[in-house]
């Protein structure tokens, strides 16, 4: 049972580089996020995307593009990347629209230097 | 005002007492409420959701929702060390886009021999 996949685990990029950060899931999700969580903030929305093909800005969108490859994949990318953005990051999935609970992946801890 | 608030803590409780975490919410029209728990370094895993007014029981855990006065709280009854962790409240409500699931910061709980 793989349930919600992220990879990497961990990453170090220099400023201003870019990466993605990769997201599947086996369940047959319809709805994926993506979140960050640094100490005393809590977990935050950054994307979402309700149901393939749709993509929403959460509350913490600046820096960030998602894409909604397909029902199982949800990307993160950054394109510059800045120290601000050095945070663990989240990926989760919901079976559906409507008040379903989320299911997480293990994690992504990146580090801007 | 942040749509989802816990207090920090430390909570420190006695092996065997009850922990009595809590969590209020701003958006009235909020459907579905969840507990996570989160320990240190790992992804958070959700132990309870609730839907309606009033407890919902699961083994040591139980979890009470007020939609009048928007708070819903988690109690764990004969706490034991390994229970010693970050619970996250979170509340999910419909944002027009879709789902949106909203976190508070979380409240650290220590189990004490």
């Known amino acids: 049972n793989a349930g919600v996949t992220q990879t990497p685990k961990f990453q170090v990029l220099k400023t201003g580089q870019s990466m993605t950060l990769q997201c599947a899931q086996d369940m047959n999700h319809n709805s994926m996020y993506w979140y960050r969580q640094d100490p005393g903030m809590g977990l935050r929305l950054i994307y979402y995307?309700?149901?393939?093909?749709?993509?929403d800005k959460g509350e913490v969108p600046n820096g960030y593009n998602v894409s909604r490859l397909n029902k199982r994949e949800f990307s993160l990318r950054l394109e510059s990347a800045a120290p601000s953005q050095t945070s663990v990051y989240f990926c989760a999935s919901s079976p559906g629209q409507w008040g379903t609970e989320a299911f997480f992946g293990q994690g992504t801890r990146l580090t801007v230097v | 005002q942040k749509e989802v608030e816990q207090n920090s803590g430390p909570l420190s409780v006695p092996e065997g007492a009850i922990a009595s975490l809590n969590c209020t919410y701003s958006d009235r029209v909020s459907q579905s409420f969840f507990w996570y728990r989160q320990y240190s370094g790992k992804s958070p895993e959700l132990i309870m959701s609730?839907?309606?007014?009033g407890d919902k029981e699961d083994g040591r855990f139980t979890a009470q929702l007020n939609k009048a006065s928007q708070y819903v709280s988690l109690l764990i009854r004969d706490s034991q060390p390994s229970d010693s962790a970050t619970y996250l409240c979170?509340?999910?409500?419909?944002?027009?886009?879709?789902?949106?699931?909203?976190f508070g910061t979380g409240t650290q709980l220590k189990v004490e021999l």
């Open positions: 995307s309700a149901s393939e093909g749709t993509t």
């Open positions: 609730i839907y309606s007014n």
């Open positions: 979170a509340v999910n409500g419909f944002t027009g886009g879709g789902n949106k699931l909203t």
